[in-house]
């Protein structure tokens, strides 16, 4: 069967736009809206009354409409369960087993065809709430062989792909943590940069420090890889500053900022890209979003879906997260989850609904967008469109 043309969504209730230039407010609300989509872009969008025909009409019956989400962080290749750890966590009891290290066990024992579909199913899963972008990484493999097949598999399947041999030193390197970092900068960089776009470090206590994570950042770099930081989650450290010093796009977490971080955020174009999820799944300390935005910096909300410290993937989760417990107004958190995650990735052609940019739509059992934060848990999202195509 041969798909429409073109095809008219009428009948919006609210739409967020996240382009104050089409309507009412920093997110751009167009009230009884429509768009039209075309070749998987948007071709028009304003006012249901002066919509144009099209091939095909979907009437969303006064549904709310949202871009659809771009979630700039997650861990989706991997293998293996930590429930286990989890439920000693939460239980209050102490945990003794390998943290990380379980799942880089699990993962290299592997087959591809497994760690593919595992992958498929958290991508489908966060497409059906309407994630429509999404950024994974590696770093469970953790030896030149497994990181870069990890790395092949998540490109089959997302144009946003991480290069993460600096998760943590491999337990194969225990002992020699300098030759691990020569190897993430030698032989594992030139086997995994033909299948990432960017190189991301956790510049942390017991992980890898600053002078470390220059290093590996900065061989990233030179290969063509964008850079991305896991700074600043569990202790206050030198990670957003060096995101900062090298142009990273993004400084993921940022739970334990002081004044010169803040300053620093400020002033760059790095986004400080804010996991709830983490912070839910150990109960550590929330980041404070509404400093960090009152300092005028730029933020994203992402799942940080991985299987140790965030196993979600759902958005309109954090989002709820977000709203809650770190200081965001829904329509602060509504703009961090689709454009703020846009910015993260530096694209521009995903995480707002104007013309031009891809057809990525998700429809609400809703009639505003607040009611992801309004109603947390409920499942809202109705209907999906990514590259103008209705997921089914």
Request: proline share 5%; charged share 20%; net charge negative.
């Amino acid at each position: 069967m041969t798909p429409p043309a073109s095809t008219l969504i009428t009948g919006i209730g609210s739409l967020v736009t996240n382009d104050p230039a089409l309507g009412r407010g920093p997110l751009g609300l167009i009230e009884e809206a429509a768009v039209v989509i075309a070749d998987g872009r948007f071709a028009w969008v304003g006012p249901a009354a002066d919509a144009p025909a099209a091939d095909a009409v979907h009437d969303a019956g006064g549904r709310a409409a949202i871009p659809g989400f771009v979630d700039s962080h997650s861990h989706l290749v991997f293998a293996g369960d930590r429930t286990a750890e989890f439920n000693a966590r939460m239980s209050g009891r102490s945990y003794s087993a390998g943290g990380i290290r379980t799942t880089v066990a699990a993962t290299r024992a592997a087959t591809d065809a497994e760690l593919e579909a595992g992958l498929a199913h958290y991508l489908r899963e966060a497409l059906l709430q309407g994630t429509t972008t999404i950024e994974t990484k590696s770093g469970y493999g953790l030896n030149i062989e497994d990181e870069a097949r990890a790395l092949r598999i998540a490109a089959a399947h997302t144009d946003e792909v991480t290069f993460l041999g600096a998760h943590i030193v491999s337990p194969d390197y225990a002992d020699d943590p300098a030759g691990y970092v020569d190897l993430v900068t030698g032989p594992m960089l030139d086997a995994c940069a033909p299948h990432a776009r960017w190189i991301d470090v956790f510049c942390e206590k017991g992980a890898f420090d600053a002078e470390q994570s220059r290093a590996i950042l900065t061989a990233g770099r030179e290969k063509g890889l964008g850079v991305r930081v896991h700074a600043n989650q569990l202790s206050h450290g030198p990670g957003v500053r060096l995101a900062v010093e090298l142009g990273a796009a993004s400084a993921d977490h940022c739970t334990h900022l002081d004044a010169a971080d803040l300053d620093a955020l400020a002033s760059s174009d790095t986004v400080a890209t804010l996991l709830p999820g983490a912070e839910f799944s150990t109960r550590a300390k929330w980041p404070d979003a509404r400093r960090i935005l009152d300092a005028g910096a730029t933020v994203a909300l992402s799942t940080d879906c991985n299987p140790g410290s965030s196993f979600t993937s759902s958005m309109p989760f954090c989002i709820a997260l977000a709203v809650r417990d770190m200081g965001m107004s829904p329509d602060e958190a509504m703009w961090s989850a689709t454009a703020g995650g846009a910015r993260a990735l530096r694209r521009t052609d995903v995480g707002a609904v104007t013309v031009g940019a891809s057809a990525d739509l998700a429809l609400l059992d809703a009639p505003s967008h607040v009611h992801l934060a309004y109603r947390p848990g409920v499942p809202l999202v109705s209907a999906v469109w990514q590259d103008g195509k209705r997921a089914g």
